[in-house]
């Protein structure tokens, strides 16, 4: 494969990525950004933020991860269909049903309802560029086709040629440590895995149900797939994890800047970074590149209840 041929590959992959970092920092201050020492794991703690007059922004947030449902849930094929006909006709019929149905399709999936998966989904694409490539949900519904992986599937080409694939994990939990023991018991079989165990379903519903629009991407992409085909080779795995948990409702104030926030509670950050590096170093997954959301929330309780009243639990 040319420099060229990676280049355009790349471009077209990382094209696909929706939302804009400008959102992300419209809920959130980005604090603590590292490589947790001895590991491949890069660290990030999201703070919510709250505005001028003292209101946390958790039910704007759970509102926010619930526009993106339909994003999450439905093919780009799909999406890029409905616009096209709402084009033709007038008004946005067709892409509201998709809204609608998207919705409940997270009711039929038995989904904890709680958004977690939609908070890594938003983090990953619209913060770091590294767009989704498997749409799992409606395969969630399929009763023909069960599925217990991971919560998402996403991907980047890196200029080297690889395909870096990301399984997603994502826990929202009352207390710090058991999110983080949660998260980490569901993805290290996946990121152990050589691609012939408990992943290898994923991967192939990965190669049969590639979600990137462009025919010539996605025949190039599904080679990587292809037990036979040398760019299987260049297949490696990564992991994306987020862990969402309550922090006193009191260190929620306004803050001007990320540096004022640091000031007040560095100890903490400093404390999840340790426990997550102790937990990646034990579980001899240390060489394995994963991205690490921690969320300290006011409340997790408030925004899996805001969010399940959105979609109608």
């Given at each position: 494969m040319?420099?060229?041929?990676?280049?355009?590959?790349?471009?077209?992959l990382?094209?696909?990525s929706?939302?804009?970092?400008?959102q992300?920092?419209?809920?959130?201050?980005?604090?603590?950004?590292?490589?947790?020492?001895?590991?491949?794991?890069?660290?990030?703690?999201?703070?919510l933020?709250?505005?001028?007059?003292?209101?946390?922004?958790?039910?704007?947030?759970?509102?926010?991860?619930y526009?993106?449902?339909?994003?999450y849930?439905?093919?780009?094929?799909?999406?890029?269909?409905a616009?096209?006909l709402?084009?033709?006709?007038?008004?946005?019929?067709?892409?509201?049903?998709?809204?609608?149905?998207a919705?409940?399709?997270?009711?039929d999936?038995?989904a904890?309802?709680?958004?977690?998966?939609?908070?890594?989904?938003?983090?990953?694409?619209?913060?770091?560029?590294?767009?989704?490539?498997?749409?799992?949900?409606?395969?969630?519904?399929?009763?023909?086709?069960?599925?217990?992986?991971?919560?998402?599937?996403?991907?980047s080409?890196?200029?080297?040629?690889?395909?870096?694939v990301?399984?997603?994990?994502?826990?929202?939990?009352?207390d710090?440590?058991?999110?983080?023991?949660?998260?980490?018991?569901?993805?290290?079989?996946?990121?152990l895995?050589?691609?012939?165990g408990?992943?290898?379903?994923?991967?192939?519903?990965?190669?049969?149900?590639?979600?990137?629009?462009?025919?010539?991407?996605a025949?190039?992409?599904?080679?990587?797939?292809?037990?036979?085909?040398?760019e299987?080779?260049?297949?490696?795995?990564?992991?994306?994890?987020?862990?969402?948990?309550?922090?006193?409702?009191?260190?929620?104030?306004?803050?001007?800047?990320?540096?004022?926030?640091?000031?007040?509670?560095?100890?903490?950050i400093?404390?999840?970074?340790?426990?997550?590096?102790?937990?990646?170093?034990?579980?001899?997954?240390?060489?394995?590149?994963?991205?690490?959301?921690?969320?300290?929330?006011?409340?997790?309780?408030?925004?899996?209840?805001?969010f399940?009243?959105?979609?109608?639990?």
């Amino acid at each position: 494969m040319s420099v060229d041929q990676v280049t355009t590959g790349q471009d077209d992959l990382d094209g696909l990525s929706r939302g804009a970092q400008s959102q992300v920092r419209s809920f959130f201050h980005v604090l603590g950004e590292r490589l947790i020492p001895g590991t491949s794991t890069s660290y990030r703690v999201y703070w919510l933020m709250t505005d001028a007059n003292g209101n946390d922004r958790t039910n704007a947030l759970a509102r926010h991860i619930y526009y993106r449902i339909t994003d999450y849930c439905t093919p780009r094929s799909r999406i890029d269909e409905a616009h096209r006909l709402d084009a033709l006709e007038g008004g946005n019929m067709h892409f509201s049903q998709l809204q609608d149905e998207a919705r409940r399709l997270f009711l039929d999936a038995d989904a904890s309802g709680e958004g977690g998966e939609l908070l890594l989904f938003f983090l990953l694409e619209a913060e770091l560029r590294i767009p989704q490539i498997l749409c799992k949900m409606p395969l969630k519904t399929n009763s023909q086709m069960p599925i217990h992986g991971v919560d998402g599937v996403h991907a980047s080409l890196l200029e080297d040629g690889k395909l870096a694939v990301y399984w997603g994990e994502s826990k929202l939990y009352k207390d710090v440590q058991s999110a983080m023991t949660s998260c980490f018991d569901s993805i290290e079989p996946f990121l152990l895995d050589d691609g012939t165990g408990i992943a290898h379903r994923d991967l192939t519903l990965v190669r049969d149900n590639l979600d990137v629009k462009n025919r010539d991407l996605a025949l190039k992409l599904v080679r990587y797939f292809t037990d036979d085909a040398p760019e299987r080779n260049l297949l490696e795995i990564r992991g994306a994890c987020l862990v969402g948990f309550d922090n006193d409702p009191h260190e929620h104030p306004f803050f001007n800047s990320p540096s004022e926030l640091v000031d007040t509670v560095g100890a903490r950050i400093e404390g999840w970074s340790s426990s997550i590096g102790t937990r990646v170093t034990n579980r001899k997954i240390d060489t394995v590149e994963i991205e690490f959301f921690c969320l300290p929330l006011p409340s997790v309780k408030k925004l899996r209840d805001e969010f399940k009243t959105l979609i109608g639990m």
